[in-house]
């Protein structure tokens, strides 16, 4: 029945024969031993009904014994009376059944098998005097038994072929839906990805495959979608550079230059290589994180040095902008992670806020503990807000909250991307919590040493 | 100084050769593994570039049959697979440096007059390029007998440009020997660039004439504009 060839509706109706076969079986051997017991019990009751007649004729008119064969129909019997034989019928002797008494005494009814070849049932009663003995052919019901027998062996095949037909029919019904999914699912293709398995009745077996089925491609419908979109702003934020070093180049070839001119050019062609190469390594940097080949380190790290860190890396920026860059550090905040790629994301994340404060804003950056006592580090700025139809995305990459605000101010759009990944893979989680014009809060929540 | 190019991209190898011998290197030029690798066991040169992915014999495996061979000369990678194994594979093989493609030039020079320059000591504790001054023990700096006030990276900054005086200095280089970050990070480029002009209007804004200047799309000198 594992045979791998065959398909689940043959071996469904094959199983579904194999019972009924044994049902049949039994039942058919169940009728045949009771139809047996029953017609047998009858035919003592006759043999008994018999000895009794006889009985009473030797009680009450012995000469009549003589008639009993012709009136009674009482054909075979036999009398004997101080062990000498008194009477016994014509048929008695032709059949030979002296030769089955052999217990004189009083006998319960058995079988006795002629040796010319019908069968008889064979009765006797007793008394000190006398012994009556009767018979009675069981000819009539061993055909009824054997007819009965025959029809049932007949009965049985068929029975078991309409049993696999109709298995075979029931469950190709049953698992129709399964064709039908099949089917469906086979028309379903990477452009089509919006359709749906149907689901008849959610609650059964085949519901519950089709609405696992249905939540699959759901996710892989979402997540071909951010390819689309991922390839599409990558393939754009690639074009910009190469669009503005082609015309660029293109232009100072038109009439011939002073060679200051030229390393104007040049200079500008280069700014553009190094923005593509800037874009390239940061979409290597993802793409290597998300394959899971680079390995996070995990140490022990002390937030608030990391912080303080970070921040006097970029204070420069900030004061450019007259912005308050202050730093809130808890000591002994301590997470267990890679310091490289947390310095990275923290970076990430404190470059977006100094981008996104207006001149003369304030950043705040600190450590703590969380109240379940997990390390923490929250950005927080005094920028324009992310609004909350944004903010699911927001750390998607190359998604901007403000289409028109994007190369201009040096970014690649990939910013908040690293440091969501730069926090996930040291195994913590990036809050954002933000209300438009009220600034953001940026919080990094990693996992304790 | 002889140097030989083993790299199989005509135009990144045609660059490379220019480039060097407008430093007054003599070049020599392999396009494959094999060619490569017979010229520098046959010959003698003082530092081998060497690109990782070549056509026929792999840059590990040359790198390999050189050090085998108990060829000495610095080797100096060039990958374009910016995988850390590559890397390990690259310096566990031999290699005394290695640069990631797309590599800007002057960083390349950087790291290949370091190259050259190793084993001998550089004692200067004093640089100086016309009448700005930098004495690195005291921490001080001065321009035409003036003392300036300059930051940590400030100071790390000139420090570094009046090393590679004349010469262009490019971004990743500050990032790797001013901050100590290898990879690039966005940020950073904007650190640099707000820092430098701080530089600028400390030594520079307040007198005639200007020594730091930028060249665009590539990064920073200090001194005489080369023609």
Not at chain 1, 16 to 25: M, P, S, Y
Not at chain 1, 427 to 443: N, P, T, V
Request: glycine letters at 8%; one cysteine or more; a neutral charge.
């Amino acid at each position: 029945m594992r045979s791998p060839r065959l398909s689940v509706r043959a071996r469904l109706a094959l199983w579904h024969a194999g019972v009924l076969t044994l049902i049949v079986c039994v039942f058919s051997g169940a009728i045949l031993l009771f139809v047996r017991a029953s017609l047998f019990e009858g035919l003592d009751r006759q043999v008994g009904r018999a000895l009794t007649t006889i009985d009473w004729v030797y009680h009450h008119e012995p000469d009549e014994i003589g008639d009993l064969a012709s009136e009674s129909g009482i054909a075979l019997f036999r009398l004997t009376v101080e062990g000498k034989l008194q009477y016994q019928t014509e048929g008695w002797e032709r059949a030979g059944l002296a030769r089955a008494l052999w217990n004189p005494d009083a006998m319960p009814p058995s079988s006795w098998a002629a040796p010319n070849g019908p069968w008889y049932r064979v009765q006797a009663i007793s008394d000190p005097s006398y012994q009556i003995v009767a018979a009675i052919e069981e000819t009539p019901v061993r055909d009824t038994l054997r007819t009965l027998a025959a029809m049932l062996a007949m009965g049985a095949p068929f029975a078991v072929g309409l049993a696999i037909a109709g298995g075979y029919f029931l469950a190709g019904r049953v698992l129709s839906p399964v064709g039908m999914m099949a089917d469906k699912a086979r028309e379903i293709t990477a452009e089509s990805l919006g359709e749906r398995l149907p689901v008849e009745n959610p609650r059964d077996e085949f519901g519950r495959l089709a609405t696992v089925f249905n939540d699959t491609l759901a996710r892989l419908h979402d997540s071909f979608d951010r390819l689309r979109r991922f390839t599409a702003d990558a393939s754009h934020e690639l074009r910009t550079p190469l669009t503005a070093m082609r015309s660029v180049g293109e232009v100072a070839l038109q009439a011939p230059l002073d060679p200051g001119k030229y390393r104007e050019v040049i200079g500008s062609m280069l700014e553009e290589v190094d923005r593509l190469t800037r874009l390239v390594d940061s979409l290597l940097l993802l793409t290597r994180a998300e394959s899971g080949s680079a390995r996070p380190v995990r140490e022990v790290v002390e937030l608030a040095a990391l912080a303080d860190n970070v921040a006097e890396q970029l204070r420069v920026l900030a004061e450019e902008k007259q912005q308050s860059l202050n730093v809130q550090a808890a000591v002994h905040v301590d997470a267990v992670c890679d310091p490289d790629i947390l310095r990275l994301g923290l970076m990430n994340l404190l470059h977006n806020a100094i981008k996104y404060t207006p001149n003369g804003g304030a950043i705040h950056v600190r450590t703590m503990t969380t109240s379940i006592g997990l390390p923490s580090i929250e950005v927080q700025d005094t920028g324009p807000g992310i609004p909350a139809a944004h903010q699911a995305r927001i750390f998607e990459r190359f998604y901007r909250a403000d289409p028109g605000r994007g190369s201009d101010s040096g970014g690649v759009g990939l910013g908040l991307a690293i440091a969501r990944w730069a926090v996930v893979a040291n195994g913590g989680r990036i809050e954002l919590e933000s209300e438009e014009s009220k600034g953001s809060l940026f919080r990094i929540v990693l996992p304790g040493t | 100084m002889r140097i030989l190019v083993i790299e199989d991209e005509k135009k990144v190898s045609k660059a490379l050769k220019e480039g060097l011998e407008a430093e007054r290197y003599e070049v020599r030029v392999a396009a494959d593994g094999e060619a490569g690798f017979l010229q520098a066991s046959r010959d003698s040169f003082d530092l081998v570039l060497l690109d990782l992915m070549l056509p026929g014999r792999d840059g590990i495996d040359v790198l390999t049959a050189l050090r085998g061979r108990k060829v000495t000369t610095p080797v100096f990678v060039l990958t374009a697979r910016d995988a850390v194994e590559d890397r390990v594979r690259g310096l566990d093989g031999g290699a005394d440096d290695y640069l990631v493609k797309p590599f800007t030039f002057p960083e390349l020079l950087a790291r290949i007059r370091a190259l050259l320059r190793r084993g001998r000591l550089d004692p200067t504790r004093k640089l100086q390029h016309e009448d700005l001054r930098m004495d690195l023990g005291a921490r001080k700096v001065t321009r035409r007998e003036q003392s300036l006030e300059l930051t940590g990276k400030e100071f790390e900054i000139l420090e570094c440009l009046l090393r590679h005086r004349g010469r262009i200095v490019s971004r990743e280089l500050l990032a790797r020997e001013v901050w100590h970050v290898g990879a690039r990070a966005t940020p950073l480029d904007n650190v640099i660039d707000v820092t430098m002009v701080r530089l600028r209007r400390k030594i520079d804004d307040p007198f005639e004439k200007k020594l730091l200047h930028t060249v665009r799309g590539v990064g920073f000198f200090l001194g005489a504009r080369p023609e």
